[in-house]
């Protein structure tokens, strides 16, 4: 038999071929095997534009109804009182709750157990948060939660760890604890009266701007979300940790980035000049992001804009649990 022949049923140029064939084989394996575990970022589903000048809003559910948390300022087109305060709206209806917290500043709420809690600074790059409660949105009881004198807080966030209750506030000062602004700070709560700071090593992250919005804990992990600038951007992106000194960052960042879908008119009662505004707006931000779950997906409220005044109002989806979500960010 002629070896180096051609014919038969697998001549050397063939079973070089089939060889061949063989290796890209396993290697077209190999690559699908890689392509199969790359993992899928969660999908979040922008809406569009929902209102003007309102920024630090949270979305909550109360008594099985979801409303929508907002402060608003004292510039806002609609508030006619002359100061600032906070409400809640009927996401459903539109309505408002009566108006509460009057002079108070960039408020977040949280709900826990049927009770309705509003964390708020008495000023901008002030040194106390105040702490507003209520079981049916209408009346409220007012509390001090921080007393830090020579400090500068801003935005604050609380969530619930298994026995405790957990309050994130971004601060401006004093320097050896902010590092560069705008930084995470933390301090603990069983019962909502006394308040204890977390030793100075929790916070996130003195090296860089990394501006606080929201918090969450799930099975250990505290998950900050925060904002970042970057290039010129800024964009929402979340970081987590067991004990809010060591944080590890999603490999998965950006959470939210600033896009054309923004734009989108998700209220239909916004005016004609409204609408004008929102299609020639300066848009390089995605921040103050928050949400909460209901019926098994997400309602997320961010705010867009230049972060140099134009300030919009957006809203978007996640169809799965909070879970999901937050695991989401950080595949196994």
């Not at 209408?138 to 609380?158: C, H, I, K, R, V």
């Not at 390089?284 to 867009?304: A, H, M, Q, T, V």
């Amino acid at each position: 038999m002629n070896m180096d022949s051609d014919q038969g049923p697998l001549g050397r140029r063939e079973f070089g071929r089939v060889s061949a064939m063989a290796i890209l084989g396993v290697m077209g394996a190999g690559h699908a095997a890689e392509k199969s575990v790359v993992p899928k970022r969660p999908v979040i589903e922008k809406l569009g534009t929902i209102d003007l000048d309102l920024v630090e809003t949270t979305p909550v559910v109360f008594k099985d109804r979801v409303y929508r948390y907002e402060y608003v300022r004292k510039g806002y087109k609609a508030n006619t009182t002359g100061d600032s305060y906070s409400r809640f709206v009927d996401h459903e209806t539109g309505v408002a709750t009566p108006g509460f917290a009057a002079g108070f500043h960039l408020g977040s709420a949280f709900v826990h157990e049927g009770l309705a809690i509003v964390t708020a600074v008495d000023i901008w790059d002030g040194e106390r948060v105040k702490l507003f409660t209520s079981r049916d949105l209408e009346t409220w009881t007012q509390a001090t939660a921080l007393d830090l004198p020579g400090y500068g807080m801003f935005n604050t966030s609380l969530c619930y760890a298994e026995d405790h209750y957990v309050l994130m506030f971004e601060v401006g000062k004093p320097e050896e604890i902010a590092g560069n602004r705008f930084t995470a700070r933390f301090a603990k709560s069983k019962d909502l009266k006394t308040w204890t700071l977390t030793a100075p090593e929790c916070t996130y992250s003195k090296d860089r701007y990394t501006a606080p919005h929201c918090l969450r804990y799930l099975d250990g992990y505290y998950y900050n979300f925060y904002l970042e600038s970057v290039k010129g951007a800024y964009d929402q992106r979340v970081v987590r940790s067991k004990d809010l000194i060591h944080w590890e960052s999603s490999p998965l960042n950006p959470v939210l980035h600033h896009g054309d879908e923004d734009k989108k008119i998700a209220n239909p009662k916004l005016t004609a000049e409204q609408r004008k505004h929102v299609a020639q707006a300066e848009n390089r931000n995605n921040s103050d992001f928050d949400f909460c779950e209901y019926k098994g997906e997400l309602i997320i409220n961010y705010s867009w804009g230049n972060q140099r005044g134009t300030e919009v109002l957006a809203e978007a989806r996640y169809k799965g649990t909070t879970a999901e979500f937050l695991k989401g960010w950080f595949p196994e």
